[in-house]
């Protein structure tokens, strides 16, 4: 199993933002010098607790700061963007890392992105459908740009004179482009099924029980199976909220006490989610009332936290649950205490995932 990081990132909004936007750099330079293979990071435009608003961007100012991780759109909310200035960003981005580019793409899940950008009883899948597209066509014309879809109509036909390169868009360093992600956060879910068709990759979140999180693979799998095409559980990646420390009462402090960064996150993902009506995330059964999914009840269903030893049995059991998959993603948090966040890092490379993994290998030679 390789370990990789996700962040959206959440910060208390009172928090200055330039030293906020320093922390999450911090985190993937740290993730890349301890040999985190990936690292997404996602954006949100309407929100002063999700502060990267536009992830490429954000990601290029990792270019030189970073060497062996691979840096991924996590994701780039494809109905809030012209096709044409993804893709061209994108592009760029992917040259700068010399190929270390990953695109993850979604219809974006904040409700007031969706209301600022004017797609908030819009059909935003299709959106990003089209989106995509577009995207892909862009990166394999070899001349001007002519499409219409129901969404956007693109063109360089009137103008370009393709001599002097006018008309024409650059290319990503990666042929035919960046391998494509797609994250699931539904029970069952269509994005997955679309993903499959298409043949992308996914991710899993974070804040979604085990149980749906183990449709996801199942999902995949049917529809893929039914395509035609073989894939293996390597390909999958999954988000956790995990916290490790050396004291077993730090850790627990530090992820489910009353200053916790992990509480703060669940706060307002949780409210974001369950005002949005996605409250079945978190529930067991339909039949469980809504009153008890509290932010406690989110702490206790979602994060994982203890002693390298406690995280790696905790780590065990889930996989156990879901079944097997390739890449962890270890969520970044805000920087409440930025040692304790740091340490948490190192002992989950040095530490956490070596146990793992022997004990991944350990059932496999067993079995």
């Known amino acids: 199993m390789k370990l990789g990081f996700f962040t959206m990132p959440l910060h208390p909004p009172e928090r200055d933002y330039a030293q906020t936007l320093k922390e999450d750099r ?21 929100d002063t607790a999700e502060t990267v608003t536009d992830c490429v961007a954000f990601l290029c100012s990792l270019v030189s700061e970073t060497t062996n991780i691979r840096l991924g759109t996590g994701t780039v909310n494809l109905p809030n963007n ?3 200035q993804v893709a061209a960003k994108v592009a760029m981005l992917d040259n700068l890392l010399e190929g270390r580019c990953n695109f993850g793409i979604s219809p974006g899940g904040l409700a007031s992105d969706w209301e ?13 459908l089209e989106s995509i597209g ?11 740009i002519d499409r219409a879809g129901e969404f956007w109509t693109l063109s360089t036909t ?7 390169g006018q008309g024409l868009m650059v290319k990503p360093f990666q042929k035919p482009h960046p391998p494509i992600f797609v994250t699931a956060a539904e029970p069952n879910s269509q994005s997955v099924a679309n993903a499959a068709l298409h043949g992308w990759n996914i991710i899993s979140a974070n804040f979604l029980l085990p149980e ?16 035609g095409r073989e ?12 916290f490790v420390a050396d004291d077993a009462a730090v850790a627990r402090e530090y992820a489910f006490g009353p200053d916790s960064p992990y509480r703060f996150y669940f706060d307002q993902l949780g409210t974001k989610l369950i ?12 039949d469980q009332p809504d009153e008890s999914v509290t932010t406690d009840y989110l702490l206790d269903e979602l994060v994982i936290a203890g002693t390298p030893d406690e995280v790696a049995d905790q780590l065990h059991a889930f996989r156990e649950t879901v079944g097997p998959f390739g890449t962890l993603l270890y969520c970044g948090m805000d920087y409440v205490d930025a040692d304790l966040s740091r340490r948490s890092l190192e002992l989950m490379a040095q530490r956490v995932l070596p146990e793992l993994n022997r004990r991944v290998d350990e059932a496999v030679t067993v079995g």
Request: no cysteine.
């Open 116 to 128: 600022m950008f004017g797609t908030l009883k819009a059909d935003r899948r299709a959106m990003v």
């Open 26 to 46: 911090e985190a993937i330079i740290l993730a890349d010098r301890l040999g985190f293979t990936e690292a997404f990071v996602g954006e949100h435009v309407t």
């Open 134 to 144: 577009h995207i892909r066509a862009i990166w394999e014309a070899d001349g001007p």
């Open 275 to 286: 005002k949005g009506g996605r409250i079945n995330l978190f529930k067991h059964t339909d």
């Open 158 to 164: 009137k103008t370009a004179n393709p001599r002097i």
């Open 231 to 242: 894939v293996d559980p390597a390909q999958w990646r999954v988000a956790r909220s995990i």
């Open 82 to 84: 012209h096709p044409a």
């Open 212 to 227: 749906w999180v183990r449709t996801h693979w199942e999902t995949y799998a049917q529809t893929s199976a039914q395509e």
